[in-house]
């Protein structure tokens, strides 16, 4: 039943998922293409963060589904990512 519910969502949002797929693949190419440059992966991770939480909330803007709760879960999943891809820049 799990299932059935998730693979719904996918393909009722499937722009919104190719978007973020999109998004978070050029970033992890930038990532690579910008090593050694630890100023420029610094820049990229801050980039991926905000595109994550704006993506999230536009994504729950455009289904009516935007909490503050949603807002809030979307910036800590990006910061909590974004500091452990800053920690591999040290």
Request: avoid cysteine; proline fraction near 1%; glycine fraction near 6%.
């Amino acid at each position: 039943m799990r299932e059935f519910i998730i693979n719904r969502e996918l393909n009722r949002h499937r722009l919104a998922y190719a978007v973020l797929m999109i998004g978070l693949l050029m970033a992890m190419a930038s990532f690579w293409l910008a090593w050694p440059n630890r100023f420029y992966q610094r820049l990229i991770v801050l980039g991926l963060v905000a595109f994550y939480v704006v993506w999230g909330t536009l994504a729950h803007l455009h289904t009516d589904h935007v909490t503050r709760r949603v807002v809030y879960e979307y910036l800590g999943v990006g910061v909590v990512a974004g500091l452990v891809l800053l920690l591999v820049t040290l």
